[in-house]
């Protein structure tokens, strides 16, 4: 299963950090929105979509990539993030991307979410919060999360 993880990572590396696990267990290319052509992804089985939570929503760099999409998208995809705080009801950051992807056309087959260092307002006033993470257990569960995602997408052995 040929796949591409399109991911941005701007505060500390954190959500590079998992998309790199993710990436090596799926050997799929780790790139920032604007490092890949919108006409390439035809050629992949697989699409990823990351980065950091800012206030509540991923990065706006990605969900102005994710705009850029032509409807009609036939790929299986995924999406994970990194946060100072869960992914969790009733507000799901994961939610509103996912949402988008499966209008644009995309078979969304799960989202993986962990905790990371966080220094956005007002954590900086205290040094941040959830310092070391992602931290070893962290990024096993990324790659348990990854290592599930061709059986998920129905991808033969």
Do not use: W
Request: aromatic fraction near 10%; glycine fraction near 10%.
């Amino acid at each position: 299963m040929k796949s591409i993880i399109v991911c941005t990572s701007v505060s500390h590396g954190n959500t590079k950090r998992v998309a790199d696990v993710i990436g090596q267990v799926l050997d799929a290319r780790v790139v920032a929105p604007d490092q890949v052509d919108i006409a390439e992804l035809a050629a992949y089985d697989l699409v990823g979509f990351g980065s950091g939570i800012y206030l509540g929503s991923f990065h706006a760099r990605l969900l102005e990539f994710v705009e850029s999409l032509p409807e009609g998208q036939r790929h299986k995809a995924f999406v994970f993030a990194t946060s100072g705080f869960p992914d969790a009801r009733p507000h799901a950051f994961s939610r509103p991307l996912v949402r988008r992807l499966g209008q644009k056309g995309f078979e969304v087959i799960d989202t993986f979410s962990c905790r990371a260092f966080d220094t956005y307002l007002p954590f900086k006033l205290v040094g941040g919060i959830r310092k070391g993470r992602p931290n070893a257990a962290d990024l096993e569960s990324a790659r348990a999360f990854a290592e599930g995602l061709p059986a998920r997408a129905g991808a033969r052995p």
